[in-house]
Each structure stands twice: as structure tokens, then as C-alpha cells.
């Protein structure tokens, strides 16, 4: 111990003694640490810690799919009825249903979004409320149901984390609930979060017929399904169990659970499967980063390493055992590391708020991102690991001196071994970097060819927000007020196109449903949208066949449709769709007539290919609630906010406009997650290339000052300055060509890794790979040019005189 | 003490192998005072390394005390030369960035001698020497003899059976160089074995006997007029 406090003090005396390198190894290495802990901490929040629910990994998802493409997400109300009776694998199951709905106590009308919930769902999370309590089976039943829990979130924004609030009443479109209960902060099992409500028959109430008891429907899945696994039960128990099941209920109705399957999936992997391999990318680049900054540091100390040959014979003269020695040294390494690891932290504070403010909301719903003790413990952990490995090379070759050289008066040690192991690191660093910024290369790219995606709609000048009336509401009633709506838009001045849609695209969300050709038995599935026929125009959609939709086509008149391209081509291919029926979509009785068809909508992202939609007219069918696309004259679209407020308030000041914003900004959210990885990975590969670009200008620098008097010898042989830059950029740039060539081998290799987060670029894309590897041969010959120039600048006398 | 039989020491060289020393058969007895002298290149210095046991790539037979060197690995080596040798250099080599205290107290703490232990050693050895007002100074605060003091004081600070000296004073000017020689003598007075190599007849002259060493072999040694009949025949 006492060696060890003596190896720390000396050890923290050389680092004081050349401050200037300990400087820029500490600043080096802590960009890598910072760089690790700031992705760290949310891979550790993400991925690595359990939901903070007790038993949280008995917790799991369960959902319909279709067996056959694998597609679905919800469940139906009959159908999980019949898996809460008939499973012996979950101690209990519980449904939830994310809506939106008018909130209307206050100065002003609030969009909330809430949950309607099965009695047991509180119970099956096993959270205790803040305040008051959860929801119960008795507050399931009809006359007790109008009773809210708040989450911690909402209670603080809205009621300033009143500490009275419980017994107090809100009024939620339009009917009062009185509050129960708060739940703690942590508690978010969905993105609905804001409120939770009971369902009236134990199953959330179907969206659109929410005064009508849901439990026959088997053919509607629309809410989500959470089950705890027994004790001792396993995932593949219980998908096997589920399964069995699925195949019952499918034999049991074929009509509406022909081809459809139960999955089963931990709840953690249910909602982090979108990013978690996006996360894995980022944490390998980072650490790739850290390594490239071990390599420079690495290098650094064995510079150092061989100014301190004499040191270190003098003390194996002295009788230093190599282990000591090498303890020292690392020692040394160690404690540089740490100090490098104490300003990574400091960094990562720094950084770790600003990566959440990027992040999509799969990372930022995780509230507690942080430092938190095992990130730090993590931080320690890689700063200690860091100082062995690039301490490790330089302790092994200093404790290796050869004494009779070095203990003699004026003799240099050879650096020769020293130099091939700086150049096979810098070799290391320029492959490394040319790995990463390929990687960045292919994401950037991917992201330009994403953004050059044509939506199927003209985005710019368009403002969107999503409006309902409760739903307690007569569809009619509905129906008017959005036409109203629309019609006071209209006259907003600086407005040019107004249009209503059920669904928006690239806004989350979507409602499909299975339809059929009179005459044929074959089964087909489409999107469904309601709309008003302006939405189009509104949109730019393009009109390509037949007619648009029109204030004529009301209830009481021929039921039809426009459909889009995909659905024309693929259930009409090589014929005239136009005049054309289709039937038993979804909750219409009548046949369906098409007559017109519109350009494709890139509606679930903009990778994602459009599926076939319907449009329906507002008035002969209905939606609860309602997007509105308005499009300006102005290329601000949101300079219209107040008069478009007051344009919705005029017909109904309860009504509040949720989610108002640009149909740009919408684009901009669609993207996000993809854009996260693009800047990211951008980021850390423009460090790994200054990194490595600092690497090769100190190991040139360096070997220009070894060589110092072969040059001046090889000048007063005549060499003129182009020749001795010649010599320093072709002996630098020879490591450089050998980095890229095993870098471009490697990224080949491993950039297939990442071939699910690319688009519309191929994992070893030409262009990329040549223009990377361009552009780091072209820093790396400006980093080899600056100790070539200066060694052209060798007075020959003095290199000759200097040795 | 010292028994070297046939120590050979050779270097690989682009034109084939160079011999530093050539059969080299040396006899040292406990408490001598040896000089080795000869001019540069002789091998005067690598002799003191294998010596020393700072160099492992010779051929022959070394046997130090009862110990058979030849026959031992480094890490053996390694613990005989920290139990048994003190070596004093020509140009100090103090460790810039220690103090005198911490410079006398390195060797020790590579003998894994207690803390305790290792305080009142130096203490003694400061005190010995006379540099007690020193010990907090850095090697870059001493004159060179002063260095050249506490570098001896060093060498002997762990009570080594042996002392090589590399030229101790050949960057002192005379006056310096008379007063370690005397310190030199008053060790070996005390019990110490003494091998000095040095370019100063004046130095020799403290010594009991005196060896030359020309181009690797021994030239001349007292106590052993055969040493090296082939070198005479050379010369």
C-alpha cells in the first residue's frame, strides 16, 4: 500500500511536469469519456434497467398479429375477454385505451390525452399512488366510473401539485370526474399519461360507438393488453399457451380471427425495440472514439516512454523489478485517466441534458436519464480501463530499456521498436475513424435520400392541430361542428385551402379495416380516412381519376369513396376502378362506391411504403375526433395561430386545438429518431477524425524531431526542401494509406450491422466509401503537412551541431 | 568474491558479430578495492554491467558469493543485484524529479523494506554523508559534486557487499574528485568491495589493484599475469 500512495505521488508529479501533453491527453481522453457516459447513461436507463415496477420483468405486452405478415398491435374487446378466461399462465390482464378528450375547467379549453382502463390495471403494475388511489374493480361499473387518477406530470402542470386535489371535480368532454388518486412520478406504462379513467364494462368503450357496450366486438382491436406472468411462468410458456389460444378463437370464428395470432413480448423490449438497435450503433461509436482517443494518448506516453529511458534504467539499476516498474508506470497512466475521467463527467453533465433535447421520445419519455450512481460507477470504470490500455504499451516498452546504451554518457536509446508500435496505433486510428465516419456517411446520406422522399402532399404553408367534440356527442352534431369549423377557416383572411381528415399522416396512429369485391369472397385490408372533400386540395394531394369528394355526398346519398393509387393498382390492377364497389368495409353496411383516385401518402413514416386507403366522406361516415390542414397564403403558417384559435372558438369555445403546429414540424418529428442517429454518429466521427488527424501530426511531429539530423545530414548532401517534404508526407502517408485500406475492409464488413437503419443506400454504397476515405486522406495530409513544412525549415548546421 | 571464467560478450552487427570482451578470467576477493582502466571501447563499461547484472547476453561462467550467476534467470538476477550491489555512475543519474530524501530512498523501496525502516536508513545515511540540509532539494539544486555525493550515498544506502563505480568522477574537477575518492576508500576501509573503472592514474591509485582491460580482453591484471596471453601477443 505504501508503494502504491509512493507510485500515486510520483506519478502525479510527472503528470505536473510536463503539463502541456498531460493537458492534451486529459482533454482527449475526456471527450472519449464524456462521450461514453453521455450515451451510456441512456443505454443504462434504456436498456439495461428494469421498468420500475415491482416484478417489472413479469410484466408483458400481449397483442393480436396477423400470423401471415405479422402486422397488428391492438386487441379486440371479445377476443381478450376469452384470453382472460382461458389462459393459465398470467395471474392477471389488464386493457387500456389511449384517447384524447376536452378538458374544460380553467381559463381555457386543454386537450388531454387519458386512458380508459380495465379495473385491474393499477393493481397488475403493482405502483402504489402518490396520493389517494389507483383505480378499482368497483370503479369499473356503471354510475361509479366517473372517478380520474392523475399522473404525477399532469397534477404538477396543471394543479401545481395542489396537495388537495383529491375530491376535486373536471369537467372531461363534457362530464365531471372527480380525482381519486396521483400516481408518482414514474409511473407511465403508456404514452397516455396525463389521465386514467375506468371503463364502464371493464374493457375500454370502442372509440366510435362509445355509448355502446364493447364486449361482443371481436372483429374491432383497438386498445392495448398488459398480463404478469405467473411465478416460475416463462415468456415461451406463455406464448405457447397464447398460441394454442389463437388457434382455438380462430377455429371458434373464422370470420374474425382468420389468420390472427397472439403475441407476447416483455413489456421493456415492447417499448424499446425501435431504438434499442440505434443505441447499440451510437454506444459502439463511442467507444470507438474512446479507443482512437486511447491510441493518441498511447502514443503520447510512449514519446514520453522515450524520454524517460535513462529514468527508468537508472532505476532497474537501482533494482527495480520490471513488475514494479510497469506498476509505476501504469500507475501513472491510471491516475491520468482518472483525472481525464473527472472532466468527462463534468462534460457528460453538460451534455447528457443536451442529447435528451434531440432524442426522440423513446429516449426522452425515460424521465430519469441521468448520472446516476452505476453510470458514474461506469464513467470510473472506463477511465480506469482507458488508463491500462493505452498505458500498457508504453509501461511494457520503458520497463524494457536497454541499460548499457542508456546508462552511458550521451547515448540516445533506440526508438525503433517504439516507433513501429506509434505507427501501427496511428495505422489503427485512421481505420477506426474512416469505420465510423462511413458509418455517419451512410446515416447523412440515407437521411438526404429520406428527406428527398416525395410524402404524396405538399407540406410547406400548411398548418395542422387535431379538434373532437366529446363523445357523448351525436355523430351529426359532430359532423356539423367540423364542417362549421371548416367553413370559418375558410374565411380566415391569408387563408388559402381548408380540408379534415381522421387521420393526418405522419402523425402516429392509424386505422386500417378489411373490406371485400361484390362477387368475391376474397378479403382485402385498406386504411381507412374520413375526410372533407377540401382536405385534398388542402393537402396538394393529387386528384388522377375520377372525381373528388363533395359537400353532396351526405348521408342519405350513394355511399362512396376515393381511393388511393396503391389501392387502385393492387385490388383493380389493369382496370378502371372508377364506378367501381366495394363492400363490408368495416362498420358501413352499404357497398362502397369508388369515385376517385389520389396520389399515394406516405403515411406511416417516410421509409415507409403507402398502403391502400380509403377516403370517406364526413357525413356518411364519422370519427370522433378530427385533424384540421390549413393551408396559407403566408409561407409562416403559424403567423395564423390566434386567427385560426378564434376561428374554432367561434363555433365552440370548449373546444381545444391540440397539437397545433407546421405540417414541416410534423415531418421534422417523423424523422427524428433517424435524424438522432444521423447527428450523433456525425458528431462522434468528426471526433474520431480530429482525434486520429491529431495523432498522425504528433507521431510525424515526432518522428520529424527523431530524424532532425538525418535531415540536416541528407540537406548538406543537397536535398532540397521538396524532397524533404517528400520523405516526411510519404513516410506519413503510407500509415495513412494502410489505415484507410484495412479501415474500408473493416467498415465492408461492419457496416452491414447497421443495414437496418439505412435507407435507400446500400451498406457498402461506392460513393460513400470513396468520398470518406477522400476526405480523411485529405485531413490527414494536412495533419502530415504541417511537421513535413517544418522540417524543410531544418538548418542543416544546427541538426548536425544539435546531435 | 568475484569469479568471471571465460565471460564473453559479443554484438550482432550488419557485417557479422563485434566482440566487446573476449575471455575474460577475473578473480575478486571480498573487501578489494579494484580498479579497470583502458581506453574507450575497451569494454571497461560492459564489464561492469555483467558485473552489475544490468546486462544478461554474455557467455561464460560468473559465480558471485556462493551464487552461480551464469545459471540464473533475470528475476534471480535481479534480487542479487538489489541484495548485494550498489552502483555509483559518472554522471549521477539522480532522478530529476525526487528529492534527495526520495532519491536515497528508491532503492530501498524496490527492496520491499518496510516505511518505517526505510525513514531511519536514509536518515542514517543522510547524517553519515553530512547532506541532512539537503534532502529536500532537488537534484537540479546541487552542485555536481554534491550529486556526485549523494549519488555514492545513494549506491550504498541499502549496505551493499559490492560497489561499481562507472567513472565516479569523471565530470568533477580534482578537488571534488579527491574527496569521493577518499569516501570511496574509507567504505572500503569499512568492509565494502569496491570495483571502480575510471581514466585517472590518481584514482587508481586509492585502489589495491588495478586491471587493464584493450579491445576486450585483459591486458594486464596483477593478480593473475596469464590472464590473457593472447591479448599480449596482440599487442
Avoid at chain 1, 389462459?87 to 386512458?115: C, I, K, Y
Avoid at chain 1, 387563408?495 to 402516429?508: D, E, I, K, M, N
Amino acid at each position: 500500500m505504501e508503494t502504491v500512495l509512493q507510485d500515486l505521488r510520483y506519478g502525479w508529479r510527472m503528470l505536473w511536469k510536463s503539463p502541456g501533453s498531460t493537458v492534451v491527453a486529459v482533454i482527449t481522453l475526456a471527450l472519449g469519456i464524456a462521450s461514453t457516459t453521455a450515451i451510456f447513461s441512456v443505454v443504462d436507463e434504456v436498456l439495461l434497467h428494469s421498468l420500475p415496477y415491482p416484478g417489472s420483468n413479469q410484466i408483458v405486452s400481449v397483442s393480436q398479429t396477423f400470423r401471415s405478415t405479422g402486422a397488428g398491435a391492438s386487441a379486440s374487446p371479445a377476443n381478450y375477454l376469452d384470453w382472460v378466461a382461458q389462459n393459465h399462465v398470467f395471474s392477471s390482464m389488464a386493457a387500456s385505451r389511449g384517447m384524447q378528450g376536452n378538458l374544460t375547467d380553467g381559463e381555457r379549453p386543454e386537450r388531454v390525452r387519458f386512458a380508459m382502463t380495465s379495473s385491474n390495471f393499477f393493481p397488475l403494475f403493482g405502483v402504489d399512488a402518490l396520493l389517494g388511489r389507483g383505480l378499482l374493480p368497483r370503479d369499473a361499473k356503471a354510475g361509479s366510473e366517473h372517478v380520474a387518477v392523475l399522473s404525477y406530470g399532469f397534477w404538477k402542470r396543471r394543479f401545481a401539485s395542489d396537495g388537495k386535489i383529491l375530491g376535486r371535480n373536471l369537467t372531461l368532454n363534457g362530464e365531471p370526474y372527480t380525482v381519486v388518486g396521483v400516481m408518482p412520478a414514474n409511473f407511465a406504462p403508456d404514452d397516455y399519461e396525463e389521465l386514467w379513467l375506468p371503463s364502464p364494462w371493464d374493457v375500454p368503450p370502442y372509440p366510435l360507438a362509445p355509448q355502446k357496450d364493447p364486449r361482443p366486438l371481436r372483429d374491432s382491436s383497438y386498445f392495448d393488453v398488459w398480463a404478469r406472468l405467473k411465478p416460475g411462468m416463462t415468456l415461451e410458456q406463455a406464448r405457447a399457451e397464447m398460441d394454442a389460444i389463437a388457434r382455438r378463437l380462430e377455429k371458434q370464428y373464422p370470420d374474425a380471427d382468420a389468420d390472427v395470432g397472439i403475441s407476447v413480448v416483455r413489456m421493456q423490449d415492447s417499448l424499446v425495440k425501435d431504438i434499442r438497435p440505434a443505441l447499440f450503433i451510437l454506444l459502439a461509436a463511442v467507444v470507438l472514439v474512446l479507443l482512437i482517443g486511447c491510441g493518441n494518448v498511447a502514443n503520447l506516453l510512449l514519446a514520453r516512454a522515450t524520454d524517460r529511458t535513462k529514468e527508468v534504467s537508472i532505476r532497474t539499476a537501482l533494482g527495480a523489478s520490471r513488475t514494479r516498474l510497469v506498476r509505476q508506470l501504469l500507475t501513472e497512466s491510471v491516475l491520468l485517466a482518472l483525472f481525464a475521467g473527472v472532466v468527462g463527467i463534468l462534460l457528460a453533465r453538460w451534455a447528457v441534458p443536451a442529447l435528451l433535447a434531440l432524442s426522440p421520445p423513446d429516449i426522452s419519455n425515460f424521465s430519469r436519464v441521468g448520472l446516476n450512481p452505476e453510470v458514474l460507477g461506469f464513467s470510473v470504470l472506463v477511465s480506469v480501463v482507458s488508463g491500462i490500455l493505452f498505458g500498457l504499451a508504453p509501461a511494457f516498452h520503458a520497463s524494457r530499456p536497454n541499460l548499457n546504451d542508456a546508462l552511458k554518457e550521451g547515448e540516445r536509446g533506440s526508438t525503433h521498436a517504439r516507433g513501429g508500435t506509434r505507427s501501427a496505433l496511428v495505422v489503427a486510428e485512421v481505420g477506426l475513424s474512416l469505420l465510423l465516419l462511413i458509418g455517419a456517411g451512410l446515416m447523412v446520406k440515407s437521411f438526404v435520400r429520406l428527406m428527398n422522399v416525395d410524402p404524396g402532399f405538399d407540406p410547406d404553408h400548411l398548418l395542422v392541430f387535431s379538434i373532437g367534440l366529446p363523445p357523448s356527442s351525436a355523430p351529426e352534431q359532430q359532423d356539423a361542428f367540423y364542417q362549421q369549423v371548416e367553413n370559418r377557416l375558410q374565411a380566415v383572411p391569408g387563408v388559402q385551402s381548408v380540408g379534415a381528415v381522421s387521420r393526418l399522416p405522419l402523425s402516429g396512429g392509424n386505422s386500417d379495416r378489411t373490406f371485400k369485391i361484390p362477387g368475391s369472397d376474397k378479403e382485402y385490408n385498406a386504411d381507412i380516412r374520413i375526410s372533407t372533400p377540401g382536405y385534398f386540395q388542402a393537402m396538394g394531394i393529387p386528384l388522377l381519376k375520377g372525381r373528388n369528394l363533395t359537400q353532396q355526398d351526405r348521408t342519405g346519398s350513394t355511399q362512396v369513396a376515393v381511393v388511393n393509387e396503391a389501392l387502385a393498382r393492387s385490388v383493380f390492377p389493369g382496370e378502371d376502378p372508377i364506378g367501381k364497389y366495394i363492400s363490408d368495409f368495416g362498420p358501413l353496411n352499404d357497398k362502397v362506391q369508388i369515385v376517385g383516385v389520389v396520389g399515394n401518402v406516405r403515411h406511416a413514416g417516410l421509409e415507409i411504403m403507402p398502403r391502400p386507403e380509403v377516403y370517406l366522406a364526413l357525413g356518411q361516415a364519422h370519427w370522433p375526433s378530427i385533424f384540421m390542414a390549413v393551408h396559407c397564403k403566408t409561407s409562416d403558417p403559424l403567423a395564423l395561430t390566434a386567427a385560426v384559435q378564434n376561428a374554432v372558438w367561434s363555433v365552440n369555445q370548449d373546444v381545444p386545438l391540440a397539437n397545433l403546429r407546421t405540417m414541416q414540424d410534423v415531418i421534422a418529428n417523423s424523422v427524428l429518431r433517424r435524424k438522432f442517429t444521423m447527428l450523433l454518429l456525425t458528431i462522434f466521427a468528426g471526433l474520431a477524425m480530429l482525434l486520429a488527424a491529431v495523432g498522425l501530426y504528433g507521431l510525424m511531429s515526432y518522428m520529424v524531431s527523431k530524424r532532425t539530423h538525418e535531415i540536416g545530414i541528407r540537406m548538406a548532401l543537397g536535398a532540397q526542401k521538396a524532397d524533404v517534404l517528400r520523405l516526411v508526407v510519404w513516410q506519413g502517408m503510407s500509415l495513412v494509406a494502410l489505415g484507410l485500406l484495412m479501415g474500408v475492409v473493416v467498415s465492408a464488413i461492419a457496416s452491414r450491422l447497421m443495414s437496418g437503419l439505412l435507407f435507400g443506400v446500400s451498406a457498402t454504397d461506392p460513393v460513400v466509401f470513396g468520398g470518406i476515405a477522400t476526405l480523411l486522406a485529405g485531413v490527414a495530409l494536412a495533419a502530415n503537412y504541417v511537421p513535413a513544412r517544418r522540417a524543410t525549415k531544418i538548418d542543416p548546421m544546427v541538426a548536425l551541431r544539435y546531435e | 568474491m568475484i569469479q568471471l571464467r571465460n565471460i564473453e560478450r559479443t554484438y550482432k552487427t550488419g557485417a557479422g558479430v563485434t566482440y566487446v570482451l573476449r575471455r575474460i578470467n577475473l578473480d575478486i576477493r571480498e573487501g578489494e578495492f579494484v580498479t579497470v582502466m583502458g581506453p574507450s571501447g575497451s569494454g571497461k563499461s560492459t564489464l561492469m554491467s555483467i558485473i552489475g547484472m544490468l546486462d544478461d547476453s554474455w557467455a561464460g561462467e560468473y559465480y558471485l558469493l556462493e551464487h552461480a550467476i551464469h545459471k540464473l534467470d533475470r528475476k534471480k538476477r535481479s534480487e542479487l543485484n538489489r541484495k548485494y550491489i550498489g552502483f555509483v555512475f559518472q554522471s549521477y543519474h539522480l532522478l530529476d524529479n525526487l528529492t534527495v530524501y526520495e532519491n536515497l530512498d528508491v532503492p530501498l523501496s524496490y527492496r520491499n523494506i518496510p516505511g518505517r525502516q526505510r525513514a531511519s536508513m536514509v536518515a542514517e545515511i543522510l547524517d553519515r554523508f553530512q547532506i541532512v540540509g539537503k534532502k529536500d532539494l532537488y537534484p537540479n539544486q546541487l552542485s555536481g559534486g554534491q550529486q556526485q555525493l549523494v549519488g555514492v550515498a545513494r549506491a550504498v544506502v541499502g549496505n551493499p557487499k559490492l560497489i561499481l563505480a562507472d567513472e565516479p568522477t569523471g565530470n568533477l574537477h580534482s578537488s571534488q574528485a579527491k574527496e569521493i575518492m577518499e569516501l570511496f576508500k574509507k567504505l572500503n576501509d569499512q568492509g565494502a568491495t569496491i570495483i571502480q573503472v575510471t581514466h585517472s592514474e590518481a584514482n587508481a591509485a586509492y585502489s589495491d589493484r588495478t586491471i587493464q582491460l584493450f579491445d576486450g580482453w585483459i591486458a594486464k591484471d596483477p593478480a593473475n599475469p596469464e590472464a590473457s596471453p593472447v591479448a599480449a601477443q596482440s599487442r
